[in-house]
DNA sequence: TGAGATAATGAACGCGCGTACATTATTTTG
DNA sequence: CAAAATAATGTACGCGCGTTCATTATCTCA
């Protein structure tokens, strides 16, 4: 391993103090210029760079910025669109804020012990991806906001918590694809949902009932799936095999259904080959609307009508906010102003839904 | 943001010094039980957890493992199959040692420095992705084999160096899938080549010169791109969008060609949009076989034969390697043994290639 | 030209750990 | 029971930075 070059011996080079070496380098002070060059020289000649440990631990700042994923052995999730987009979007911006990516697997179910993460100080804020809405998790966070701890929910809400979040309008997206359905003379559509811990698979509901209820297809008091014709409601885990799973349960039905939206692309994908199976076309025996708007919606045969959703941006605003935030250094008096994005989602209209009427 | 607990408060609570609190934390050296519990119980009152920081400082060692990613603004890396996979098996293997995951972006075409990572101390050893065999590339990856850094290249040779390396058998993979053309009855098989920078792209086209040579459809010394008619060569640059490129570069040959092998699904499907809007459809009216079996392969129509890469398992190796190395703190003597391995490669029939004779 | 003001630089120490060596406590042995 | 051996714990300091306060060098002004 080769030695560590330490600003010891660039002031020893320079015939300068230690303190005139870091100076130089963090640009504090008045400085002589001929002494600064003479510092980058001795720098340069021993090829010095600071260790950025030394300097997180004197700084009492780690220049990482955290992002908590959910561990499931085995499961490949950097390859999961959401968490793609999402991570793609928050490099973008680290990259851009001079800061670096620290990734820490949580394991689902396991006590989340999130305040720890922040305890050891190995990150100066934190982006948590795949939280869930449930009651110890919302204790965790809770902790998290009480010590101060600098975070951010992505595509998840909170309802009553002052969370930092970058959301979508999920229920806007969900909305405009059951009114496109709607639109082209679909009546009898079908919803098949994704985990409902989660708040966006409440959002993408919510919005599909509120277009049936206004097209007079439900009652207006039907609020929960209990509330549907059970041939019009399913559920998966938003993975492709769940889809495949709905295909067989939907398939009897499928004279009483004219259309399904689905609440992402890869369980329509699934869906889609499940009745291709049972010798449904999608875009001719029926109509289909995905979500996420990911690469595969545009690789199917026919491409997917889907709703794009800005993960990316949602990555790249949720790492932008927290990093200015602890960049600023700002930390007077209590707790600073929570914030809370909702960005748009928009319908892509592609070949899987005809003209029915 | 909340108080920071040292092990010095820890210490005056359990009525020790602060000595024995590391002692404890790191079970190092003889310890009384009921000290070892005292302290223990002092650190749960306090909410104490080192400084991970002051840690790694005082171990010079970050405790992170880094992998370079190439940068290229806007583009979503993660959600490219290749990345996405082999980060998913680095991310495994991290979590499995109990490593953290550091994520440094690097600008393709800039001065690559990679050595800088090291001399942060950020990171203790380094998992390369998407280099490039250019002159450069390997005078800064020497500086880091000279440096006696450990790094691993993945799915890239540098023949002619020790270099550490985690590749696939694409040599044989490619030449599966085109005997496996062959065997169905097709001899005008067509190649579409990925960028030649990378060296598996060298390795897809010496599988496929192979297995033609073998079946005496090539000179048997044909080597090289210009050793081949024509009509059977195209190049991408391992996007959809190039493989719908040379659908059109295709197409006025298609009389000629009667299968194709294309260097990895993107381009694959790509290609299959392309001809599909010329009304050629795959599978019918030729055969076609990607290369990955990436997700999109399994949800194109018909599904396409593609060649399984396991990408997966070559980022969990390759992190596995390292950790082991760095983790084993033996740096007795010169340069260790480089170590280099080759994973197999596997065809995996689908649809997308019927019998022709 | 000397006093005062300002610029430039150095000395010292803290950041929160890990651990070598010293000291104290406890156990074993003759 | 005392000496020797072993177990347990404490003291002191280094890791490589950032920065406060002290000191020195330089400039300005009367």
């Known amino acids: ?40 020289q001795a720098a340069k000649t021993l090829n010095y760079h600071p260790n950025a440990i030394a300097q997180s631990f ?69 982006v948590i991806l795949g939280a869930t809405d449930t009651p110890s998790e919302r204790a965790e966070l809770k902790k998290l906001e009480d010590g101060g701890f600098p975070f951010c ?104 259904i004219e259309a399904v939206f689905a609440s992402n692309d890869r369980m329509a994908i699934g869906l889609m080959q499940g009745l291709r199976e049972y010798g449904h076309v999608p875009g001719r025996d029926y109509a289909i609307v995905g979500y996420d708007d990911s690469e595969a919606a545009r690789v199917t045969v026919p491409p997917l009508t889907s709703v794009a959703v800005p993960f990316y941006e949602m990555g790249r605003l949720a790492a932008e906010r927290l990093l200015r935030r602890v960049g600023g250094g700002n930390e007077t008096g209590g707790a600073s102003e929570s914030f809370r994005l909702k960005l748009d989602t928009k319908l892509v209209v592609r070949q899987s839904c005809r003209i029915l009427r």
Chains 1, 2 share one sequence.
């Open 58 to 126: 004197a700084r009492r700042r780690s220049g990482n910025l955290g992002v908590v994923l959910p561990y499931v052995p085995k499961v490949h999730i950097f390859s999961t669109y959401y968490f793609s987009e999402v991570l793609s979007g928050i490099g973008e911006q680290v990259k851009a804020s001079g800061y670096d990516m620290l990734l820490k697997f949580r394991v689902p179910g396991e006590e989340s012990d999130y305040s720890s993460i922040f305890r050891s100080q190995k990150v100066d804020a934190c």
């Open 1 to 40: 391993m080769a030695a560590i070059v330490t600003r010891k011996e660039v002031a020893e080079l320079a015939g300068v103090s230690e303190a005139t070496v870091s100076r130089v380098f963090n640009d504090v002070g008045p400085m002589k210029e001929q002494t600064r060059q003479r510092v980058l």
């Open 153 to 256: 929910l992505i595509n998840q809400h909170m309802s009553g918590e002052r969370f930092n979040e970058v959301d979508a309008d999920h229920e806007g997206g969900s909305y405009r694809a059951v009114r496109h359905l709607l639109d082209l003379g679909y009546r009898d559509i079908a919803f098949l949902s994704g985990s409902p811990e989660f708040s966006n698979s409440g959002d993408r509901l919510r919005g599909y009932m509120q277009a049936m209820r206004e097209a007079g297809l439900l009652s207006a008091d039907a609020k929960a799936p209990g509330d549907l014709p059970a041939h019009l409601y399913y559920e998966g885990n938003y993975s492709r095999t769940s889809g495949m799973k709905a295909a067989s349960a939907m398939h009897p039905n499928l004279k009483r």
